[in-house]
């Protein structure tokens, strides 16, 4: 089973805009393939909405960016039903989530009612306007970018929505030599430069590609294994020996709809490694993503100096695989 030629050249598209951070692209690629919602969160600076937008552009899926602001309003994102005054009736107008691939830029600047609208589309991919729901697109997927440090005119997410992403990938500086990349290709004007003999990839490729996808095999053992370390993310010092220094860590852990969320994005990541079946290294280098935005610590671990990571490892580790 191999990787079909249309996802390579979607990657050698986003290998024009995205410098190194080979993990981010698998991310996207990962979101694309199962439908999963992605949180990219990093420092400004980090290529996130260059990120996105790229992806976006090597899809020919009908995009959308829209800038999450303070301001926002639900019908900027719904759409309104219009009134026209010459035949007296209404029409709608549908807004930008309607279409296939959305760019939440800076998805903490709207307030709780643009974010009550968004969960539900993200939910159940479906609005309601004027009383009447409305079905989205069979590719819709959220892409959103949210800047760690700023907090002036910003809003938590509210742990509904973020139970929604699929994954929460989280961003850093990049390597010397992938700076430096990205410096000489912007001097030579090569930095965003089309691929080679193009994308080439339609909707009906990634849906084909989904289908392929929820057929790889996870062995019921892995199953058992990632259903053991969600439970652990709960109350971690009753999962296995070792782990008893962790009481009082934890406030929340992560919800069934993270084991589903785990394997379906091992599903992906197999399959863009060519592989028909998961192996346990796919469900460990995925854990920190999937896991991280589902956990909320408790004061005591924030004072220890534990953060979600740290936690997500030593479950992983602790936890025997079969």
């Given at each position: 089973?191999?990787?079909?030629?249309?996802?390579?050249?979607?990657?050698?598209?986003l290998?024009q805009?995205?410098?190194?951070?080979?993990?981010?692209?698998?991310?996207?690629?990962i979101?694309?393939?199962?439908?999963?919602?992605?949180?990219?969160?990093?420092?400004?600076?980090?290529?996130?909405t260059?990120?996105?937008?790229?992806?976006?552009?090597?899809?020919?899926?009908r995009?959308?960016?829209?800038?999450?602001?303070?301001?926002?309003?639900?019908?900027?994102?719904l759409?309104?039903?219009?009134?026209?005054?010459?035949?007296?009736?209404?029409?709608?107008?549908?807004?930008?989530?309607?279409?296939?691939?959305?760019?939440?830029?800076?998805?903490?600047?709207a307030p709780?009612?643009?974010?009550?609208?968004?969960?539900?589309?993200?939910?159940?991919?479906?609005?309601?306007?004027?009383?009447?729901?409305?079905q989205?697109?069979?590719?819709?997927?959220?892409?959103?970018?949210?800047?760690?440090?700023?907090?002036?005119?910003?809003?938590?997410?509210?742990?509904?929505?973020?139970?929604?992403?699929?994954?929460?990938?989280?961003l850093?500086?990049?390597?010397?030599?992938?700076?430096?990349?990205?410096?000489?290709?912007?001097?030579?004007?090569?930095?965003?430069?089309?691929?080679?003999?193009?994308?080439?990839?339609?909707?009906?490729?990634?849906?084909?590609?989904?289908?392929?996808?929820?057929?790889?095999h996870?062995?019921?053992?892995?199953?058992?294994?990632?259903?053991?370390?969600?439970?652990?993310?709960?109350?971690?010092?009753?999962?296995?020996?070792?782990?008893e220094?962790?009481?009082?860590?934890?406030?929340?852990?992560?919800?069934?709809r993270?084991?589903?969320?785990?394997?379906?994005?091992?599903?992906?990541?197999?399959?863009?490694?060519?592989?028909?079946?998961?192996?346990?290294d796919?469900?460990?280098?995925?854990?920190?993503?999937?896991?991280?935005?589902?956990?909320?610590?408790?004061?005591?671990?924030?004072?220890?100096?534990?953060?979600?990571?740290?936690?997500?490892?030593?479950?992983?580790?602790?936890i025997?695989?079969?």
């Open positions: 089973m191999t990787e079909p030629t249309a996802m390579h050249a979607l990657r050698a598209h290998a805009y995205i410098v190194g951070q080979r993990d981010l692209v698998d991310r996207l690629l979101g694309l393939l199962t439908g999963g919602h992605l949180l990219v969160e990093g420092l400004p600076g980090l290529a996130k260059t990120a996105v937008k790229a992806l976006a552009d090597g899809v020919h899926a995009f959308k960016r829209v800038q999450f602001t303070p301001d926002l309003l639900p019908a900027d994102l759409g309104n039903e219009v009134y026209h005054p010459e035949t007296r009736t209404f029409s709608f107008a549908p807004g930008p989530l309607f279409n296939e691939i959305i760019l939440a830029d800076e998805i903490n600047r709780a009612k643009v974010q009550s609208a968004l969960l539900e589309a993200m939910a159940e991919r479906q609005v309601t306007v004027a009383g009447e729901t409305r989205l697109p069979a590719l819709f997927l959220v892409m959103a970018t949210q800047n760690p440090l700023e907090q002036s005119g910003t809003y938590p997410l509210p742990e509904a929505q973020l139970d929604r992403f699929m994954l929460h990938v989280a850093t500086y990049p390597e010397r030599q992938d700076e430096y990349a990205i410096l000489a290709r912007t001097l030579a004007g090569t930095l965003g430069a089309p691929a080679a003999g193009g994308t080439g990839i339609t909707v009906d490729e990634v849906l084909a590609a989904r289908d392929a996808v929820k057929a790889v996870c062995d019921p053992a892995l199953q058992r294994w990632v259903v053991d370390v969600v439970a652990a993310t709960r109350a971690p010092e009753k999962a296995a020996l070792g782990l220094s962790l009481a009082g860590m934890v406030l929340v852990g992560a919800s069934p993270g084991a589903q969320a785990w394997v379906q994005s091992a599903q992906a990541y197999a399959w863009l490694n060519g592989r028909d079946f998961i192996v346990p796919d469900l460990l280098t995925l854990a920190p993503d999937v896991l991280r935005h589902r956990l909320i610590l408790s004061p005591k671990a924030l004072v220890s100096g534990l953060n979600r990571d740290q936690l997500i490892n030593r479950l992983c580790t602790e025997a695989l079969p």
